[in-house]
């Protein structure tokens, strides 16, 4: 995350495709440049998601005092105590539901929009969450 990619593919076209696949398809040749984002507009990260099968699914992970979009590898900042507190809540609610009896649980929100940024002091390592939304 956090930068821009110019690259170089192939458009390829099948003639006879398999019945279940595309006719058309991009082939990756290279990446021709690489430049580092340097704005600053926020952007909405969905931290509740519907997978098939599997149903709704909280996007949070946790690893000792950090929270994960991505596990190991995006990381979720923030700097105030109500996003802190908000990422705790959440963290409580994934784990309720891990550990449930319950054969599909769900969380108890319907939709989580986090409002952020990428974070400058770790720039392509982590977003920097502005804010936090909840829809019930």
């Known amino acids: 995350p956090g930068y821009n990619y110019r690259v170089k593919a192939i458009f390829r076209h ?5 019945q279940d696949a595309a006719s058309a398809y991009f082939e990756f040749k290279n990446v021709m440049s690489k430049e580092q984002y340097k704005g600053n507009e926020s952007f909405d990260v969905q931290l509740i998601v ?60 319907k939709a989580i929009k986090a409002t952020v940024i990428h974070d400058p002091n770790k720039f392509g390592k982590a977003y920097l969450i502005q804010q936090i939304q909840f829809s019930n």
Request: charged share 15%; hydrophobic share 35%; net charge positive.
């Open 14 to 18: 099948l003639e006879n495709p398999p």
């Open 50 to 109: 519907s997978y098939i099968p599997g149903g709704l699914v909280i996007r949070l992970n946790k690893e000792g005092n950090a929270y994960y979009l991505i596990p190991g590898k995006l990381q979720l900042t923030f700097n105030n105590t109500t996003v802190e507190n908000q990422l705790a809540e959440i963290w409580k609610n994934k784990l309720e539901m891990l550990t449930s009896s319950l054969y599909n649980p769900i969380p108890k929100w």
